[in-house]
């Protein structure tokens, strides 16, 4: 059985830095790439970036991209967000995704909950 378990999340100032983790468990990831995405209140759920297990440079939405890092350890089965001069525009519930390449993602984790304060 596939398990995704975010961790990390919490209450953070405008400007400062969180590191969520995604840990999974249940198969082997080596096809698969791995997804960020978040939620808002009221609004659709956002593509964050991607990063295969397999090697290769991440992915990121481009609004993104600068302040959001994704990165992994194949060792641990665990791929990270480092999020930095967090916006409270920033603030969501924040997914991991798992799927094989060019196919969606199929396992999804429950979300952590990121706060920023302004």
């Known amino acids: 059985q596939v398990q995704l378990v975010e961790s990390g999340g919490g209450l953070v100032q405008a400007g400062g830095s969180l590191r969520l983790s995604c840990a999974a468990s249940g198969r082997t990831f080596s096809s698969y790439v791995m997804g960020w995405f978040r939620q808002a209140p009221g609004k659709e759920r956002e593509f964050v970036g991607t990063i295969k297990w397999s090697g290769g440079n991440p992915y990121y939405a481009a609004s993104l991209k600068g302040r959001f890092t994704i990165s992994r350890d194949n060792a641990k089965n665990t791929v990270y967000l480092q999020m930095s001069s967090l916006k409270p525009e920033d603030t969501a519930v924040y997914y991991c995704?798992?799927?094989?390449?060019?196919?969606?993602?199929?396992?999804w984790g429950q979300g952590t909950q990121v706060t920023v304060s302004s």
């Open positions: 995704a798992a799927g094989l390449v060019d196919q969606g993602f199929d396992y």
